[in-house]
């Protein structure tokens, strides 16, 4: 079955500090990866995906994401964490033609 | 920049009555999808929708919910008899085609969602 798992729920950490948010996935083949934000009431937001290529994905707002294929994993990173980063983070990968999302990672970041 | 605009941003209906949420996609994106998020949990896809049919459907997406695009511009969902448990946000996303060969990897734009109450 495909499946994308984001293991944390929440992730805590202080403005200027590196931030990294999860995501594992099981999906046939060689899917499409990608990250989006969701603001509270907005609706999800692209933030960068992977297709081929240089494994470290560089993305809107400063983040950047790593793929790696052994792991299956797609972690979304960022060096220095802002406040206004806080929000809720999706992994999603497009195997075919849906896209299958993670159930979501919290960020908040501390002042 | 282009957004994806929904309406209305919050419908309330008594169960067993028939919904329907519009979307207008960015003006030159061929794709189209529905997905919804239950209070809480993760963002579920529903439906894809290409040149007038349905490309792809989850399990979720049973008679009781139909898409159309009715003109050049919206797009719709219709729950024809709402059910308590499709309280939920729905999002309408979007997205553009860029050459044949790599069809599918362009990025979903998002509208805002209707959050729709069912009673």
């Known amino acids: 079955a495909q499946s994308v798992a984001q293991p944390e729920d929440q992730v805590n950490v202080a403005e200027g500090n590196p931030l990294t948010v999860k995501c594992t996935y099981s999906v046939s083949g060689n899917p499409y990866l990608f990250w989006y934000v969701q603001y509270p009431n907005r609706g999800l937001q692209f933030l960068l995906k992977?297709?081929?290529?240089?494994?470290l994905v560089k993305g809107s707002y400063g983040f950047e994401a790593e793929f790696n294929k052994s792991q299956t994993s797609f972690h979304l990173k960022k060096p220095s964490a802002l406040v206004s980063d806080s929000a809720l983070y999706f992994c999603a990968v497009r195997p075919v033609n849906k896209f299958y999302f993670g159930s979501g990672t919290k960020l908040n970041v501390k002042p | 920049e282009p957004e994806v605009t929904q309406t209305p941003s919050h419908q309330v209906t008594q169960m067993g009555q028939e919904v329907i949420l519009r979307c207008v996609p960015i003006s030159n994106h061929l794709y189209f999808y529905w997905y919804r998020q239950i209070l809480g949990q993760k963002v579920e896809f529903l439906v894809s929708f290409y040149n007038n049919e349905i490309s792809e459907k989850s399990e979720i997406f049973d008679d009781q919910f139909s898409v159309e695009r009715p003109d050049g511009s919206n797009f719709t969902l219709k729950i024809r008899s709402t059910k308590l448990e499709d309280s939920a946000m729905y999002f309408c996303a979007s997205s553009s085609r860029q050459g044949v060969s790599i069809v599918g990897n362009q990025p979903q734009h998002f509208g805002d969602g209707t959050r729709l109450s069912i009673l």
């Open positions: 992977y297709i081929t290529g240089d494994n």
